[in-house]
């Protein structure tokens, strides 16, 4: 769990961007296999947040109930963090 709370620490500080902190938190989540289930169901959402920030514009305008920005992967993570106990 430490690793998970580091990496969305990393992020929300600015020290990784968004598409590093979506292809890291992905990569990891997919291997998976040892969390207790309340912390895989919040890692789980965010899993599918960050599966779907964009940076394009033309997306995140057609399909705004879909796709999320930047600054709203960082409110999902903020919540995500918040939820697992550590602010």
């Known amino acids: 769990m430490a690793e998970y709370v580091s990496l969305i620490n ?7 961007d968004a598409i590093e902190f979506r292809d890291r938190l992905i990569g990891k989540f ?8 309340r912390e895989y169901v919040i890692l789980d959402q965010l899993f599918a947040d960050a599966d779907c920030f964009t940076e394009d514009s ?4 057609s399909r705004p109930d879909f796709y999320i920005s930047s600054d709203q992967l960082k409110e999902r993570a903020t919540e995500a963090l918040a939820a697992l106990g550590k602010p």
Request: glycine share 6%; hydrophobic share 40%; proline share 5%.
């Open 10 to 16: 990393g992020f929300l500080c600015s020290a990784i």
């Open 58 to 61: 033309e997306l995140l305008a």
């Open 30 to 37: 997919k291997n998976e296999k040892d969390l207790p289930e």
